[in-house]
């Protein structure tokens, strides 16, 4: 059976990952941080341990947990906007370090610890959750701490990419596009369904030949 882990699958995005996977057939694995959120997963048949993508202790106990299991695709979706809107003068330091502990270290922590899983699987695929307001190339100005988070997410799913291709492990970072969310909001043009559906394909059709590229859910380039 094809497997896939997904972090921050208690809610949004992460959660239609999980149900349009299980849905499937595939075994799921999603990390919640929430009692109620392990049980909405449990309804899809999946497995939902409670993990802290911040907290080595807590990845570690999920690696332990999982020795010797294969993952066919580790989606690293868990993440956090932080606060919006807030200009030069008025930057939340604080902030933006807890935006980068769980947007860039945490999908790092997350690789390092479950490595030897995806290695042992048939597909061997990582995917970064990624944004288009990560990209450098196309910034419009539209802020600091989540950008720049996941512009950073790009660069170490880049370096990744590099590192595994021997072992022959796909790394890539995708856009789910701009999808109605709690992080989203309403005015967002995309449906979870619809942006899922795009990043499912995209994924079903990822090979070592497109590791290292950032891509969009309806599966065009983005500019780094």
């Keep these: 059976m094809t497997t896939a882990l ?8 992460g959660y239609e990952l999980a ?7 595939w075994k799921v694995i999603g990390t919640v941080r929430s ?14 341990p409670i993990v802290d993508v911040t907290d ?3 990845i570690a106990r999920l690696a332990a ?5 294969p993952i066919d695709v580790l989606i690293c979706n868990a993440g956090i906007h932080g606060p919006k809107d807030l200009p030069l003068g008025k930057l939340d330091y604080a902030s933006w370090e807890e935006v980068l502990r769980v947007n860039v270290l945490g999908p790092a922590a997350v690789v390092e610890a479950l490595l030897e899983n995806v290695a042992a699987s048939e597909r061997k695929i990582i995917v970064m959750m990624s944004s288009r307001l990560g990209s450098i190339g196309e910034s419009r ?29 796909t790394v890539v970072s995708l ?7 709690d992080m989203g909001g309403k005015g967002a043009p995309l449906a979870p369904p619809t942006s899922i559906e795009g990043v499912r394909k995209v994924i079903a059709g990822l090979s070592p030949e497109k590791s290292g590229k950032f891509l969009s859910y309806d599966g065009s380039a983005i500019a780094w």
Excluded: C, F
Excluded at 6 to 13: C, K, M
Excluded at 19 to 25: C, F, M, P, S
Excluded at 35 to 48: C, F, I, N, R
Excluded at 65 to 69: E, P
């Design 6 to 13: 997904i972090t921050g699958a208690g809610r949004g995005l």
């Design 19 to 25: 149900r349009q996977y299980a849905a499937d057939g």
């Design 35 to 48: 009692e109620k959120a392990k049980a909405a997963l449990a309804k899809l048949g999946a497995d939902a």
């Design 56 to 58: 080595r202790k807590s």
């Design 65 to 69: 947990r999982l020795k010797g299991v």
């Design 141 to 169: 100005g539209d802020g600091y701490l989540y950008p720049s988070s996941k512009a950073a997410l790009n660069a170490v799913g880049k370096a990744m990419s590099v590192d595994l291709a021997r072992r022959g492990i």
């Design 175 to 181: 856009s789910p596009g701009w999808v109605r969310t």
